[in-house]
């Protein structure tokens, strides 16, 4: 098993930036795929980025040159970080650990830009 952990989320301008973390309880190490994904009312939840135990991303194509994944194997943590966001990026963020067995989430951080 494997807990996670969301954080970096609230509130910010548009154009502004965030940084969203995602602390595993566990090494990720042997986590073939960790991702972002994002849900706002009323809507499907969304993939935003995924990442690869070989560093290899993926991005959703309304993110893509604003939004980075990356994974510090060491400190067990994904990160998230968003640049020129704008009103539409509004959602809960959640953390996802993808195994071959099951997939594991965090409880989500919100994520607000407005002016």
């Known amino acids: 098993q494997v807990q996670l952990v969301e954080s970096g989320g609230g509130l910010v301008q548009p154009g502004g930036s965030l940084r969203l973390s995602c602390a595993a309880s566990?090494?990720?190490?042997?986590?073939?795929?960790m991702g972002w994904y994002r849900q706002s009312p009323g809507k499907q939840r969304e993939l935003v980025a995924i990442i690869t135990s070989g560093s290899i991303t993926n991005y959703a194509d309304s993110v893509k040159g604003r939004f980075t994944i990356s994974r510090d194997n060491a400190k067990n943590t994904v990160y998230l970080q968003m640049n020129s966001l704008k009103p539409e990026d509004t959602a809960v963020y959640y953390c996802?650990?993808?195994?071959?067995?099951?997939?594991?989430w965090g409880r989500g951080t919100q994520v607000t830009v407005s002016s």
């Open positions: 566990r090494s990720i190490l042997s986590i073939y795929r």
């Open positions: 996802n650990a993808r195994t071959p067995a099951v997939d594991y």
